[in-house]
């Protein structure tokens, strides 16, 4: 019984050895990820002055009414293409059809009392010339033609106003374009300023940046700018087209306005873009650059993997600055001629073997 004891503890013991070593044999064969390395660029500081903005349609409408009523057809979908002139909402608008009745039949009247008076004028007209009726009589028939004249013309004018208000109960595209918002249905009750549908004309595009008071006076229009498109990692040139001389209702922030010197079908307003205005450099000391595609978030954190001593990767959280197009400002966290790690084959964190390529710089192999 103590012989089998003691065997059986032998190899528990000798299988417990058998796995360490079979993990400390994993861990020691783990293969170092392969990962490539680039410098720490520099640039002239001020050389280019960024700003955020969005895309938006150079021809776009919010439109709405000034009628109460009911909706009664919305015939149109979100994403919809229209031409000028198509229907895109109806009001209810059986008041307005009962008030063109009555319009309609005032200017009958109107119209069978100024013929009738214009007949008494002419009469009398022709009497007054041969003498047979006095200055009194002609003066009254002329009294009386005039003013039945003056509500013919204002019963005409009342139809005007009244068809003019039938363009606010059925609301139609201003232009060719796309419907880019519906906020109605049928049913619903539309008030006099609310927003109905919006569209915009597609491939027109420009960019409404904000630029701060202590920069709008760098910028002048016609200036040549890039456009960082950051959803699809895109640089487009623009124009400088406009700059606000007030920021009254803007918050301290001035409204620069960027045509696009072309677009294409990955183009979408409202997407965010970084603007890059070229401004003269106001000194000789250098910013710290790297590229955004080499930045690590984290929550609010942002950061770089470099590689240790010991050929392992090493996180190290940065503050950045400034966006230039595609690359980064870096305020601290990395010094100038410094390496970091910039793409990997394998995944990366701290302390994972890694092979650096290039070899890394002397002193640190």
């Not at 984290?298 to 001593?309: A, D, F, N, P, R």
């Amino acid at each position: 019984m103590k012989i089998k004891y003691t065997i059986t503890l032998l190899a528990i013991s000798f299988l417990v050895m058998s796995c360490g070593n079979d993990d400390k044999k994993t861990l020691a064969d783990e293969a170092a990820v392969s990962v490539k390395l680039n410098t720490i660029e520099t640039s002239n500081n001020n050389s280019y002055l960024t700003a955020s903005g969005t895309i938006q349609a150079v021809n776009s409408a919010n439109l709405s009414t000034r009628m109460m009523g009911f909706v009664t057809n919305t015939p149109v979908d979100v994403g919809d293409k229209v031409t000028k002139g198509q229907l895109l909402v109806a009001i209810n608008n059986a008041d307005l059809q009962a008030k063109l009745s009555q319009v309609n039949a005032g200017i009958a009247e109107a119209t069978a009392a100024f013929n009738n008076a214009e007949k008494d004028y002419n009469r009398y007209k022709n009497l007054f010339a041969q003498n047979s009726a006095s200055q009194k009589e002609f003066d009254d028939m002329t009294a009386n033609y005039n003013m039945a004249k003056a509500r013919l013309e204002g019963a005409k004018q009342m139809k005007n106003e009244v068809e003019a208000q039938f363009a606010y109960v059925n609301i139609r595209a201003p232009f060719n374009g796309v419907v880019t918002g519906k906020f109605i249905k049928n049913g619903d009750m539309a008030n006099p300023g609310m927003p109905l549908v919006s569209m915009e004309a597609p491939g027109q595009f420009e960019v409404s940046a904000m630029v701060p008071e202590s920069e709008i006076s760098k910028i002048e229009t016609g200036t040549a700018v890039s456009i960082l498109v950051k959803s699809i990692n895109k640089n487009i040139a623009g124009k400088v087209t406009e700059v606000s001389s007030s920021a009254k209702n803007t918050g301290g922030q001035y409204v620069v306005k960027v045509a696009l010197d072309k677009t294409n079908e990955s183009i979408l307003s409202g997407m965010f873009v970084t603007v890059q205005f070229p401004v003269e450099s106001s000194g000789t000391s250098k910013v710290v650059l790297v590229p955004q595609e080499a930045i690590v978030t984290k929550g609010q954190l942002s950061g770089i993997y470099t590689v240790s001593e010991s050929n392992t990767a090493l996180l190290r959280w940065l503050r950045l600055g400034k966006t230039f197009g595609d690359q980064v400002e870096v305020l601290s966290g990395l010094s100038p001629e410094e390496a970091y790690i910039i793409s990997a084959d394998g995944k990366l964190y701290n302390g994972v073997k890694v092979s650096p390529s290039p070899a890394l710089p002397k002193g640190r192999e």
